[in-house]
């Protein structure tokens, strides 16, 4: 069955660094997401990417965050100057449609 | 933006035992999954359910949009489906979901 792969799995950086997540959504995927779990609570919408440009953000990603899509499959998210609470799971997701969306694995940021 | 409520928040069964969760959306949606979240963080997709019942071994779900719910039915629950349980659900056309707080099953040898 097709995957949405997150790399690294688990991250720690030092406070004020800039980090980039990756992923590998579904090859015939057109619809790409990424979220976000703080440790014991709900996931969290960040934002929604769609024909190379982003289509929905929350209000939790703001200026620190961006995505890109280097090339025809990688999705990344870039956190420019992290801070203790971007501490979570960062989950990247993909979808044919807007329904229905596969999940990655998840990627474990620590910022200390 | 629309509320979604999961009940009960935590459920502790001996195994063998059936349960059923209930979500609770606050409009209509065009898209609502249930997710399984195992020990390790990962989210297993269980069911694509906006409307309808469908079945998968022990476990169902059945969504009625028209009273904006959910139930997610576990039958002869297991210890490997311990876990916490997500609903997700969503209503705009660029894919975005929202989910419950959870519901956090713990099943009992």
């Known amino acids: 069955e097709p995957e949405v792969t997150q790399t690294p799995s688990h991250q720690v950086t030092q406070m004020g660094q800039e980090v980039i997540l990756r992923c590998v959504p579904i090859?015939?995927?057109?619809?790409f997401y990424w979220y976000r779990q703080i440790l014991g609570q709900k996931v969290e919408f960040l934002v929604s990417f769609y024909n190379n440009e982003i289509s929905e953000k929350s209000e939790i990603f703001d200026d620190q965050f961006s995505v890109e899509r280097p090339d025809g499959s990688n999705f990344t998210l870039k956190i420019r100057s992290t801070k203790l609470e971007d501490s979570a799971m960062y989950f990247c997701a993909s979808s044919e449609g807007v329904r229905s969306v596969t999940f990655g694995s998840g990627t474990r940021l620590t910022v200390v | 933006g629309i509320q979604v409520e999961q009940s009960p928040p935590d459920l502790i069964l001996q195994e063998g035992a059936n349960s059923t969760l209930r979500c609770n959306f606050s409009?209509?949606?065009?898209?609502l999954q249930w997710f399984h979240q195992n020990p390790w963080g990962q989210l297993i997709n269980l069911f694509y359910i906006p409307s309808g019942t469908k079945q998968n071994g022990r476990l169902s779900a059945t969504t009625v949009a028209t009273e904006r719910y959910s139930l997610l039915y576990i039958s002869s629950s297991q210890t490997t489906d311990s876990g916490v349980y997500f609903c997700a659900v969503g209503n705009t056309n660029a894919g975005k979901s929202t989910f419950g707080d959870g519901t956090t099953l713990t099943v009992k040898p």
């Open positions: 409009d209509s949606v065009n898209n």
């Open positions: 090859s015939n995927h057109l619809y």
